[in-house]
C-alpha cells in the first residue's frame, strides 16, 4: 500500500504510547468510538487558545477567525464526500441526530410508507418505529436481499433509510442497488453511513442517495460531532428538527424567515471546536487514504479469521471480505461480555461486547449478542496474532 | 448468585465512598431482579465473572478455567459461606452480650474474636504455662464468705492491672448478691512484665493483713481505688502506698517494718507459681468452682456460673 505506514500513523495517537498496567493498549472497539491523532486534539485545542468566539454573527477579528475555521472544515468535509457544494454539509451532534433530522423533517403523512432493513442500529429504527406511531406505514427487509427489498417497497414508499455497513457484523448493503430501485418508485433515500463513512470512499454523487449521515467520533473526530450529507433540494425539503438562533434571518413577533442551506438546519451557537476537529480527521483520513485505510482493516480482519474460523462462530459470512474491519464473533458456553472482559483483564484488548443497539436483530434471532472486534488503521498484525493468542487461550481454558 | 455479594460489599463501600454508589444501586437492582426470577439486566455478574477470571488467566489459565465453570456453583458456595458467617457472627454476639463470651453457656474458653481485638480484656503474660494444670486452691490467702459454702471463687489479680479493677464492682456485687452462698480468696498475681512495681501493692495488702482481715480488704479496695494515683504499677508506689496505710489508720511502724523486710514476697510468689500451674495467663483469672472467667465479664456471666453450681449443690 503506497504511502501506507502503521507504525508513522500509530505515532499520532498518543494513548497507543502508553502502557495499561504495565501493558500495551490494543484498541478493538473502532466500531463504537475510535482513537484520535494529535492533529485533531491540536485542532480543537487551537480554537480554546486562540479564538474562542462566536462564529456566523460576531463581526470583530475572532469571530470571523471561527467563521473562517468553519467555512474550511465544511470544505474539507464537502471533498471527503463529495458532495456538490457546502450548502449540502449540515453539522450535527452525531449520525443519530442527522437520521432524526431527515426522519422526522420529512413530513410525512398518515399513509405514508418507510423502509429499513432488518439489521438497524436504534438510531434509525427508533425514529421509524415512532413515526409508524403516528399512522406511517414501517415495513422492513432481509437485510442485503434486493428482491425482499423491491417487494416491501410500494407507490407511498416516502423514505427508504437504510444501514450501509452494518455495525454488528461489517457486511454491506447494496446501496446502489437499493437507491437506484427507490429513486425509480420515487422514494428518497437515507444512508446510515456511520460505519462506512469512516472506513470506506464515499462518493455521495456515484452513491447518489439524498441524505448520508455520519459521525464524527468513529471517523478520529471529536465526540459529539456529526454530519449530514444531502442534496440541496433534498434538504429544502426538512422541517428543522429544531429552531432558533442562526436559523433565521429576520423575525417579527409572528413571523420568521428561514435562513438558507444549511445554516438553517444548524440551530443555536454550534460546536465550533468539534467541526474544526472533525474536519482536521477528514484531512488526515483522506491523506492517509481511505483505500489504504479499507485494505489495511480487511488484512487485519483476514488474519483474525483464518486463524479463528474454526474455533469461533463468527457473525456475518465467513469471508472476512464481506465483513469490511468487523470481526463479530461468539464462542460456546460463553457470553460476549465474558469473552470482552476477560480479554480486556489478561491482555488489554478492548472491544465491545452485548447487542451493539442492534437489539431488534438478536431478538429476532433468539441471541443475547456477540463479542466484536473492529479493526482501524492504527491496529496492528502484532495485535491481531495476540488477540488471535489470547482467544485460543480462552478456548483451551475455558471452554 | 454473585450480585447479593457484590450488593452487600459495594453497598458497604458505597457508605464510605460516592463512587461505589452506581456500583451499589446496579448490584442491588441485579439482586432484586434476582429474587423475582428475572435477568439481571445490566450484566453485572458477568463482568464481576469476566474480571475475575481475565485476572486469573494472567496468573494461571488453569485456576482461570476452573473458576469460569464453575462460576456458579462458586457463587452459591460463597453466598451460603457469607449468610453462614453472617448468622455465626450474630449468634456470637448475641452470647458475647449475654453471657460475656463468644460461645454461649457452653463457655469452653476458649479464643473470641471481641476479646482479642477489642484488646486485651487482661492483663496477659508473654509466656504461656505448658505444664500439667493444677487446680488451684485458696490456700491460705484472705478471703469473704463462709469457708463452706457450695461455691467458691479463686480470684488471681494484680494490684496494678485495670482489667483487676475493673472487675472489682461485679465481684462486690457477687458477694452481696449471694452472701452466704460463696466464698471469695483473692490471690496474688503480679505481673511485673506489664506493671513494674505491681509486687509492692500486693507486700502492702500482706502487710496490712497483718493487722487484720478488715485491714487488708480496705486496703485491697484502696488500691483499686487510687490505682491511678498509686501510679497504675508503672510509677513507684511507695508514698501513695504510705498514704493509702495511713489513712485506713495502720500501726506505720509495723507497716513500715513489714515493707522494708520483704517477708511476704515469698508467700506472693507463692500465689504466683500455683497461679501459673493453674494455667493463669493473665489477670484478672476468676476460678468459680474450677470453671474459669478471664478478664472483667459482665455480672450475668458470673451469675451463670454460680448458679448452675449452686443447682450443682441443690443449695
Known sequence: MMGFNVEKIRNDFSVLQKNLKGKPIIYFDNACQSLRPNQVIDKILQYYKEFPSCGERSLHKLGKQVDKEIDESRKTIRKFFNAKSNKEIIFTKNTTEALNLVINGLGMKQGDTVISSDKEHNSNLLPLQFLSKRGINHKWFEFGNIDDFQEKLDKNTKLVSVVHVSNMDGTVNPVKEIIKIAHDNGSLVLLDGAQSAPHKEINVKKLDCDFFAASGHKMLGPSGTGVLVGKEKALEQLNPLIVGGSTVDETTYTTYNFEELPMKLEAGLQNYAGIMGLGEAARYLSKTGLKNIEKHEQKLNTLATEALKDKVEILGPVDAEKRSGIFSFNIKKMTPHDIAMILDQSANIMMRSGAHCDHSWFNAHGMNGSARASFYLYNTEEEVNKFIEEINKIKKHLT | ?315
Open chain 2, 1 to 315: 448468585m454473585i450480585c447479593i455479594i457484590a450488593a452487600i460489599v459495594f453497598g458497604v463501600l458505597a457508605i464510605f465512598s460516592a463512587s461505589f454508589r452506581p456500583l451499589a444501586k446496579e448490584a442491588f437492582d441485579c439482586t432484586f431482579r434476582l429474587v423475582t426470577f428475572r435477568k439481571c439486566k445490566t450484566n453485572l455478574d458477568d463482568r464481576i465473572k469476566g474480571k475475575i477470571v481475565g485476572k486469573l488467566m494472567k496468573k494461571s489459565p488453569l485456576t482461570a478455567g476452573l473458576v469460569f465453570k464453575y462460576f456458579n456453583v462458586l457463587s452459591v458456595i460463597f453466598v451460603i459461606l457469607f449468610f453462614a458467617s453472617l448468622a455465626y457472627t450474630g449468634y456470637s454476639t448475641y452470647n458475647y452480650i449475654q453471657y460475656g463470651n463468644c460461645y454461649g453457656p457452653e463457655d469452653t474458653g476458649g479464643f473470641c474474636i471481641f476479646n482479642a481485638l477489642e484488646g486485651e480484656h487482661f492483663s496477659e503474660l508473654q509466656k504461656v504455662y505448658d505444664g500439667e494444670i493444677i487446680p488451684p486452691d485458696v490456700d491460705d490467702d484472705p478471703g469473704i464468705g463462709p469457708e463452706d459454702a457450695p461455691v467458691t471463687i479463686i480470684e488471681f489479680g494484680c494490684y496494678s492491672c485495670p482489667y483487676t479493677r475493673d472487675a472489682q464492682p461485679v465481684v462486690n456485687e457477687i458477694l452481696e448478691q449471694y452472701e452466704g452462698k460463696i466464698r471469695y480468696v483473692f490471690r496474688d498475681f503480679p505481673i511485673e512484665q506489664l506493671h513494674g512495681s505491681a509486687s509492692v501493692h500486693s507486700e502492702a495488702a500482706n502487710c496490712a493483713l497483718e493487722q487484720g482481715q478488715d485491714k487488708f480488704w480496705e486496703m485491697h479496695e484502696k488500691i483499686f481505688d487510687e490505682q491511678e494515683a498509686c501510679g497504675g504499677g508503672n510509677v513507684h508506689p511507695d508514698d501513695h502506698i504510705v498514704d493509702a496505710a495511713q489513712r485506713i489508720g495502720l500501726n506505720m511502724l509495723l507497716f513500715h517494718q513489714c515493707m522494708n523486710s520483704h517477708k511476704y514476697m515469698e508467700e506472693i510468689e507463692k500465689d504466683f507459681d500455683e497461679g501459673i500451674k493453674a494455667g493463669v495467663s493473665g489477670t484478672p483469672t476468676f476460678f468459680i468452682n474450677g470453671r474459669t472467667i478471664i478478664g472483667p465479664k459482665p455480672i450475668k456471666a458470673f451469675q451463670k456460673i454460680i448458679d448452675e453450681e449452686l443447682e450443682i449443690a441443690e443449695v
